[in-house]
């Protein structure tokens, strides 16, 4: 049967029969089904109204809210009974007979009320109907907020209440399909996962709840994939873009938190990760999608602050290291936000050459902060060594590739910048510093996570001076970079997680001797590790032998710190990997077999087949970013 040939009247109905019986029904049980039958109606009336994702999403966050308050009722009435154990049978049969006459007249006045609240809402749909909506959705959205606060009003259990306040909420979804049909389809982005996010919260202590989170993560990056480009609208004032380079980027990060979220789940019992992991996902992908420095950086912050929570989580040692990541990202916020004031006063200040030097500090001192180039590294080197390393690697993969594209997008939409405030020299030289600096610490760590921390270092300090040059062909570069990096330390994350779990700890002498019994993590690890140091036949490589040969060609001695900046960083992995198969070390772990975690250990595969494969034939890769440099609108030397 065709649910297109059912009338929108039968859903009114529907929503009057589950409203009145969450009004009056007093067990938990009856009022669950009809929570769920309104759920069921709610996606109906979204696919009726042509908005299937929604429709979608809804009844999944509806089952799952079901499943929860099914359960809550049941505790609830078992503990009414045991309750009534202690009772004697004459007090039973008081309390009955008091219970009968005081739910006879509830019942009444509740059903009056919900009467008159229908009549109501039919006058409210008749004189200020939502425009673009069929007239039944008017009064369906008028009845279903009046009865939700109805039952709030005279609702003494919390479950209840909730119960109440879920009802409004679908009441207003009715609303805002008005204003989601009128929008462009790029604020699925932002949309989809938001309707899941309260499910993923409620169900984070559920094994379900953790599989939903990586579900969503993997079917946001799908969108974004699938999603036409370019598409542009405005919304409260403010421009929002969706091009080429931010569905990469989106479909990217979500890909790589879906993988986070699987190690989370055989390693971890950190719940908060998953429903702040989405929620700083949909942050920054608002932040790239909406041109605005300013809003931009204020959302970026925000991003920031609840990052926090997950980078301490249950470690009390971590406090230190998200301690100091807040405060040096909070540094760069000021001069960004000054800098952006200064853009929108160019056109009526007067420009000489104070004005264009305040400009150039400002965005070089915001921007430099926020890439962790050296001397602002300090929260880099202290998370990798103080998180968990999955908690470590989503930082390393959010907030670095987020500036990044923050600030191409700052050059495409202002591109007079590029003219005033490029100052090549200085760009050259924090990158050059950041890779000498990141070469010598990775070569004399004596952890794998703080291996993990100056290697991500080294390549934030190649990608900076690729920028000092600015042409099509190393923005392609960087781009590609950005890719390989989260490869990387999307291996390392898996590899270092399964070692640090089997290990309790991550420096050298607690591994020592593990790669006998943990191969495949031992090999991840030392191929994630080479591909961040561009070692040959790997990913990494095709990237550093661009940037050498730009720099060869301009002076051999850069070539050449380049290459041993990169030899530092090999040098420290091979240190680490020496110590995992060092078979004259008697470990005092028992033995584990690495096919404990087989779903680890194919994701380890899977990923060194990539990079191992880009690093073989990278020309169809490197042609599909080539199209994707084209398409940015940057002015180049």
């Known amino acids: 049967m065709d649910i297109n040939n059912i009338p929108l009247e039968i859903s009114i109905f529907v929503f009057f029969l589950t409203a009145c019986t969450l009004i009056i029904a007093q067990r938990g049980q009856v009022s669950v089904i009809a929570l769920l039958i309104q759920y069921l109606t709610a996606g109906y009336v979204f696919i009726r109204l042509g908005t299937p994702y929604v429709a979608i999403a809804k009844i999944f966050v509806g089952v799952f809210i079901c499943l929860l308050f099914s359960l809550s009722a049941r505790q609830i009435d078992w503990r009414h009974r045991l309750k009534r154990l202690h009772v004697t049978p004459q007090e039973i049969i008081k309390q009955r007979t008091n219970l009968h006459t005081l739910i006879a007249t509830r019942h009444t006045f509740l059903f009056m009320t919900a009467f008159l609240l229908g009549i109501a809402a039919v006058s409210l749909a008749e004189s200020y109907p939502i425009l673009s909506l069929p007239p039944q959705i008017s009064i369906a959205f008028y009845w279903l907020i009046l009865a939700g606060f109805l039952i709030l009003s005279f609702s003494q259990e919390p479950l209840k209440a909730g119960q109440g306040l879920l009802t409004v909420i679908t009441g207003f979804e009715l609303w805002y399909l008005a204003f989601i049909r009128s929008q462009p389809t790029m604020l699925w982005l932002i949309i989809a996962p938001s309707l899941f996010l309260p499910a993923v919260y409620l169900l984070r202590q559920k094994i379900m709840g953790k599989y939903l989170a990586t579900i ?97 989580g249950n470690r009390p040692n971590s406090a230190r290291a998200a301690l100091r990541f807040l405060v040096m990202m909070t540094l760069a916020v000021p001069f960004l936000l000054l800098a952006n004031w200064q853009i929108n006063q160019y056109q009526i200040i007067v420009k000489d050459s104070t004005f264009f030097l305040q400009l150039q500090f400002l965005i070089g001192c915001g921007f430099g902060i926020m890439f962790a180039v050296f ?186 710190i380049i290459l041993l900046g990169g030899l530092g960083v090999a040098i420290g992995y091979l240190r680490g990997g020496y110590m995992l198969v060092d078979t004259k070390h008697t470990t005092d772990i028992l033995p584990v077999m690495s096919h404990d975690k087989p779903a680890i250990n194919l994701l380890i595969f899977i990923l060194i087949a990539i990079t191992c494969g880009i690093g073989l034939f990278p020309q169809s890769v490197l042609q599909w970013f080539e199209r994707l440099t084209q398409s940015l609108q940057i002015p180049v030397f």
């Open 216 to 312: 969503v993560c993997m079917g946001t990056a799908l969108l974004a994939f699938n999603l036409p480009y370019p598409q542009i609208t405005r919304l409260m004032g403010h421009v929002l873009i969706f091009d080429t380079l931010v569905a990469y980027i989106v479909a990217l990060l979500f890909i790589g938190m879906a993988c986070l979220f699987v190690v989370a789940l055989h390693f971890s019992d950190d719940t908060l990760f998953y429903p702040i992991g989405l929620t700083i996902l949909i942050i920054l992908t608002i932040a790239i999608i909406l041109r605005h420095l300013g809003v931009t950086i204020l959302l970026f912050e925000f991003a920031i602050i609840l990052a926090v929570f997950i980078v301490q």
């Open 375 to 560: 001397p602002f590294h300090g929260w880099l080197s202290g998370i990798s060594f103080e998180a968990k390393p999955y908690i470590a690697v989503f930082i390393f993969i959010t907030f670095p590739t987020i500036t990044f594209i923050i600030f191409f997008q700052l050059l495409e939409q202002h591109s007079w910048i590029i003219n005033l405030i490029y100052d090549q020299e200085i760009i050259f030289t924090v990158g050059l510093a950041t890779i000498i600096f990141a070469g010598v610490m990775t070569s004399s760590q004596r952890s794998l996570n703080s291996l993990m921390g100056y290697a991500t270092l080294f390549n934030i300090g190649s990608n900076v001076m690729l920028l000092s040059l600015l042409s099509l062909s190393t923005l392609r570069v960087i781009l590609f970079s950005i890719f390989v990096q989260q490869i990387a330390l999307l291996l390392i994350a898996l590899a270092g997680t399964y070692i640090e779990f089997i290990a309790k700890g991550n420096s050298f002498e607690q591994v020592h001797g593990l790669g006998k019994i943990l191969p495949v993590p031992t090999i991840g690890l030392m191929v994630g590790g080479l591909t961040l140091a561009g070692v040959p036949f790997t990913a990494g490589f095709v990237s550093r032998q661009i940037l050498l040969q730009s720099f060869m060609d301009m002076d051999v001695r850069w070539g050449a």
